[in-house]
């Protein structure tokens, strides 16, 4: 099942750095396969 077309979606626990809820994981505008990690803004940019 895991290996089927559309399986394999992201959750909160695969970039515990981030900090991002399972809505904000959705809401990226790149599919799950194109996402290697995501990091949270230094505080230079984020102003």
């Known amino acids: 099942n895991c290996l089927a077309d559309g399986s394999g979606g992201l959750t909160p626990s695969d970039f515990p750095l981030a900090?991002?809820?399972?809505?904000?994981?959705?809401?990226?505008?790149?599919?799950?396969?194109?996402?290697?990690?995501?990091?949270?803004?230094?505080?230079?940019q984020a102003g």
């Open 19 to 44: 900090a991002l809820d399972q809505a904000q994981l959705d809401a990226l505008p790149v599919p799950p396969s194109h996402i290697e990690d995501v990091y949270p803004l230094t505080p230079t």
